[in-house]
C-alpha cells in the first residue's frame, strides 16, 4: 500500500454493512498509522459468542482483518485499549486470548472496566493503534 498522508477509511467487505448502517470506518490510516475502531465477538447475525474467551477470540480474529485490509498486521500493533464488563473477573482469561495473538513484542496496553458495550451480552471490546510496517524485524 502506498504511503499517502490523506486519510483513509477502511472497510473490509465484511464490515461494509456496518459502515453503512452506523456510519463508522472499521479503520483509518494516515501515513502509516492505523486507527482500529472497537472489535466485538459478534456472529454473522450480530450475535455475541457465549462467553469472554469465545467474543475476545473473534475480536481478535476482525482486528487482524481489519488490519490486513489497512495493509500491516498484529505484529504492528502499537497500542491496545479493551473494555471489560467483568474487567477483574475475567482479565486472566482474557491475557490468555490476547497472548495468543501478541506472544510477545507486547504492545502497549490499557483495561478498562466498563458498566455495558454497545449489545447486550457483549463482555469485551477491543481497539487499536497500529503503525505499518513497525512490526518487521
Same mark, same amino acid.
Given at each position: 500500500m502506498a504511503v499517502t498522508t490523506k486519510r483513509q477509511s477502511i472497510v473490509p467487505p465484511p464490515f461494509q454493512a456496518f459502515y453503512d448502517a452506523y456510519h &463508522? !470506518?472499521? +479503520? =483509518?490510516?494516515?501515513?502509516?498509522?492505523? $486507527? @482500529? !475502531?472497537? #472489535?466485538?465477538?459478534?456472529?454473522a447475525d450480530v450475535k455475541p459468542a457465549e462467553g469472554m474467551q469465545a467474543q475476545? #477470540?473473534? +475480536? &481478535?480474529?476482525?482486528? %487482524?482483518?481489519?488490519?490486513?485490509?489497512?495493509g500491516a498486521s498484529l505484529a504492528d500493533v502499537v497500542e491496545l485499549t =479493551?473494555?471489560?464488563?467483568d474487567l477483574r473477573g475475567?482479565?486472566?482469561? &482474557?491475557?490468555t486470548? %490476547?497472548? #495468543?495473538? &501478541?506472544? !510477545?513484542?507486547?504492545? !502497549? $496496553? =490499557? +483495561?478498562?472496566? @466498563?458498566t455495558q458495550l454497545a449489545l447486550p451480552g457483549l463482555c469485551v471490546e477491543i481497539r487499536a493503534v497500529a503503525v505499518a510496517g513497525s512490526g518487521e524485524g
Open positions: &463508522f !470506518s472499521p +479503520a =483509518t490510516r494516515v501515513g502509516d498509522t492505523i $486507527w @482500529v !475502531s472497537g #472489535q466485538v465477538g459478534v456472529d475476545a #477470540q473473534i +475480536a &481478535f480474529e476482525c482486528l %487482524k482483518l481489519v488490519l490486513e485490509e489497512a =479493551t473494555f471489560h464488563t475475567e482479565l486472566e482469561a &482474557f491475557t486470548i %490476547k497472548d #495468543q495473538y &501478541f506472544p !510477545s513484542r507486547y504492545p !502497549s $496496553w =490499557t +483495561a478498562v472496566g @466498563v
